[in-house]
């Protein structure tokens, strides 16, 4: 039963173009996450928020930033898409360092 | 420094075969330790997980995985892999405090083979 939910599923844009991601969590966990996953499957965490506190990674462009509106959405915007953004981006939930649950993802193209 | 090692990128395997997908972990305090696996077009599943206490842990689809302090592994065992196993495996190590996130290891894809 899906508990994380993420739109759109696919994306296609182009270079320079700015997209947003959305992510909904009805599971009532206090963290959520974005990753990263590319062509080779690998995972990088880019962003966690727990009402308290946004921790970035520090290798994430600055053309990233996520956007909260209440500790269930956590949001994804990219400013001015480059070709290597092109990836699924993995939205996530747990409480606290516990397990977490994510959502099925959003491809994203960019031409 | 935390990390987490999948030793092996592609494993192949016979349906009604073992299974032995190995992790290992470097982290100074105590580990919560995860499998997950991702099946394709889809996003990460839970398998089973390891906070404390008996060092076999059970998972879903009768996956378990061993806990080895003095090994530093969690390592995912199956008795008997079944066709639908086929999928790519990611072994987590749960660092830091409220607010921070798991490192995953590069994933296991594993092929069951007839």
């Known amino acids: 039963e899906t508990a994380v939910f993420q739109t759109p599923n696919y994306h296609v844009t182009q270079v320079g173009n700015e997209v947003s991601f959305n992510c909904k969590q009805t599971?009532?966990?206090?963290?959520m996450y974005w990753y990263k996953q590319d062509s080779k499957k690998l995972l990088k965490i880019m962003f966690s928020?727990?009402?308290?506190?946004?921790?970035v990674n520090e290798t994430v462009p600055r053309r990233f930033s996520p956007q909260s509106s209440d500790k269930a959405h956590l949001n994804l915007r990219i400013k001015s898409v480059e070709p290597e953004d092109s990836a699924v981006y993995l939205c996530?939930?747990?409480?606290?360092?516990?397990?977490?649950?994510f959502g099925p993802g959003t491809r994203l193209t960019v031409l | 420094a935390q990390s987490v090692t999948q030793p092996d990128a592609r494993v192949t395997v016979s349906e009604g075969a073992s299974l032995q997908l190995r992790c290992k972990y470097s982290y100074s305090a105590t580990p919560y330790l995860f499998w997950y696996v991702q099946y394709p077009r889809q996003g990460l599943q839970l398998l089973l997980k390891?906070?404390?206490?008996?060092?076999v842990v059970q998972g879903v689809n009768s996956f378990e995985a061993e806990f080895s302090k003095s090994n530093s592994s969690f390592h995912l065992q199956k008795a008997s892999v079944h066709w639908s196993d086929s999928a790519v495996y990611f072994c987590?190590?749960?660092?830091?405090?409220?607010?921070?996130?798991?490192?995953f290891g590069t994933g296991t894809k594993l092929q069951v083979v007839p």
């Open positions: 987590a190590l749960s660092i830091g405090n409220s607010g921070t996130y798991q490192r």
């Open positions: 928020y727990n009402n308290k506190q946004l921790i």
């Open positions: 599971l009532g966990h206090d963290t």
């Open positions: 390891y906070y404390s206490g008996d060092p």
């Open positions: 996530a939930s747990s409480f606290d360092r516990y397990e977490q649950y």
